[in-house]
């Protein structure tokens, strides 16, 4: 029977005090150990999309739109909206 759900180890070396230190105080505050937040962190990680793949689709969303909006538009439209 093939499991979906496979699991495999991670190993992170030379990792500084400080990190460590940082990583346990979240984990502290959140109640869990911190192998669980670390494993929840990296599942939330990786269900996003990269930075590149991010730009893609927003050159691609851009492309596909026949607005064009310049700078000066923009600041002028962001100014209205504060009075």
């Known amino acids: 029977m093939h499991n979906e759900c ?7 070396r030379n990792v ?3 990190v460590r230190n940082e990583l346990a105080a979240r984990a502290a505050r ?4 911190m192998q669980e ?3 929840k962190e990296l599942e939330r990680l990786a269900s996003r999309p990269s930075v590149d793949e991010w730009l893609a689709a927003v050159r691609n969303r851009k492309g596909l739109t026949e607005s064009r ?3 000066e538009s923009i600041l002028a ?6 009075r």
């Not at 496979?6 to 992170?12: F, N």
């Not at 959140?30 to 150990?33: D, H, N, P």
């Open 6 to 12: 496979m699991t495999v180890q991670i190993t992170i």
């Open 30 to 33: 959140r109640g869990m150990s």
């Open 77 to 82: 439209h962001r100014d209205a909206d504060r």
């Open 69 to 71: 909006l310049g700078a």
């Open 16 to 18: 500084s005090d400080e």
């Open 37 to 39: 937040y670390l494993r």
